[in-house]
């Protein structure tokens, strides 16, 4: 059984780019969030997706969009780059009102030059 | 509003000997709490849960942590170090008991060291 896969694994972007991470989750979960970490901190909400829908959102600006796609994958897009968005980014799935536990993708590492 | 506190950013043991790593939480609301551990280029792994059961939590490779109420605390604990231990670990908190609902709340992350 698959775990939670994400794409690409590194990515370098510009300042000003746009960029679309992938996620797809444990076989069997249907919601889907995304964290950003940065260097040497604790992973920070970004937001959450259940039924292709936007069910929860952290403190970030609507540059930070995504999407759910009927098979439960989910993309994260972040228009106009900032040096600042440079992080890793992390996928966590999980079934809603089942399990409590989240389960974490490996991460896409971005770069911002 | 919740929040987590790390009450140490770097931990340094000797291998064979025991692991305290300290957390202090804040939540309004009855939360779920969590320890997970981040292995350099990996994913993040959980080793143990609270959900409002039982107060003293066994998880994955020994580790343990207990809940604390009147402290506000969830300290992660294991007696016996090994040289596979040293990660960086974060205390996480989820408010509600539909926890899988609820965004996590990280900590800041501390650093185990494990000496030979």
């Known amino acids: 059984d698959a775990g939670v896969t994400q794409s690409p694994t590194h990515l370098i972007k510009t300042r000003g780019q746009q960029v679309t991470l992938r996620c797809s989750p444990k076989?069997?979960?249907?919601?889907v969030s995304w964290y950003q970490q940065a260097l040497g901190q604790g992973p920070q909400f970004i937001f959450q997706?259940?039924?292709?829908?936007?069910?929860q959102r952290g403190n970030f600006p609507d540059r930070f969009s995504g999407h759910q796609f009927p098979n439960y994958s989910s993309e994260l897009n972040v228009n106009a780059l900032l040096l600042g968005d440079s992080a890793l980014y992390l996928c966590a799935s999980t079934r809603r009102f089942i399990s409590y536990e989240q389960y974490f993708g490996p991460g896409t590492r971005l770069t911002v030059t | 509003a919740q929040s987590v506190t790390q009450l140490d950013s770097h931990v340094s043991v000797s291998e064979g000997t025991p692991v305290l790593l300290r957390c202090n939480y804040s939540s309004s609301y009855s939360p779920s709490l969590f320890w997970y551990v981040q292995h350099p280029n990996k994913g993040l792994q959980l080793l143990l849960k609270y959900t409002s059961a039982a107060t003293l939590v066994k998880g994955i490779n020994g580790f343990e942590a207990e809940f604390k109420k009147s402290e506000t605390s969830f300290h992660l604990t294991k007696p016996s170090a090994h040289m596979s231990d040293a990660a960086e670990y974060f205390c996480?908190?989820?408010?509600?008991?539909?926890?899988?609902?609820?965004?996590?709340?990280f900590g800041s992350g501390t650093q185990l060291t494990v000496l030979p």
């Open positions: 997706y259940y039924e292709e829908e936007e069910r």
């Open positions: 996480v908190v989820s408010e509600g008991v539909s926890g899988s609902a609820r965004q996590l709340t």
């Open positions: 076989s069997g979960h249907d919601t």
